[in-house]
Nanobody, 122 residues
Framework: QVQLVESGGGLVQSGGSLRLSCAAS????????FGWFRQAPGKEREGISI???????SYADSVKGRFTISRDNIKNMVYLEMNSLKAEDTAVYFC????????????????WGRGTRVTVSK
């Protein structure tokens, strides 16, 4: 059974930092692409960062230069380092995994985590 379990969310002040983690199990980690998506209140879920299985990364313009995605192929973990947080980063953050291809525009990956909430106060 595949599981993606996010952690690390919480309440932080504007300008602060958080590190999200996604623990993956039940799948061949090295053969999957992983991504972070978020959904703000009243908005659609959006892709913000992708870590491809070949090592490439991509970011949404809204987080480029502030967020960094990384993966640990030994520990089966995916991370999202978030710096210079803004109020508009407030959302539930989801980890996603896909075996074939994953982009910021993907809406139906093979697997979703249940999310971790990030709240940035002004």
């Amino acid at each position: 059974q595949v599981q993606l379990v996010e952690s690390g969310g919480g309440l932080v002040q504007s300008g602060g930092s958080l590190r999200l983690s996604c623990a993956a199990s039940g799948l061949n980690f090295n053969l999957h692409h992983f991504g972070w998506f978020r959904q703000a209140p009243g908005k659609e879920r959006e892709g913000i960062s992708i870590s491809s299985r070949d090592g490439r990364t991509s970011y949404a313009d809204s987080v480029k230069g502030r967020f960094t995605i990384s993966r640990d192929n030994i520990k089966n973990m995916v991370y999202l380092e978030m710096n210079s947080l803004k109020a508009e980063d407030t959302a539930v953050y989801f980890c996603a995994a896909n075996g074939m291809y994953l982009s910021l525009k993907t809406t139906t990956p093979d697997y979703w985590g249940r999310g971790t909430r990030v709240t940035v106060s002004k």
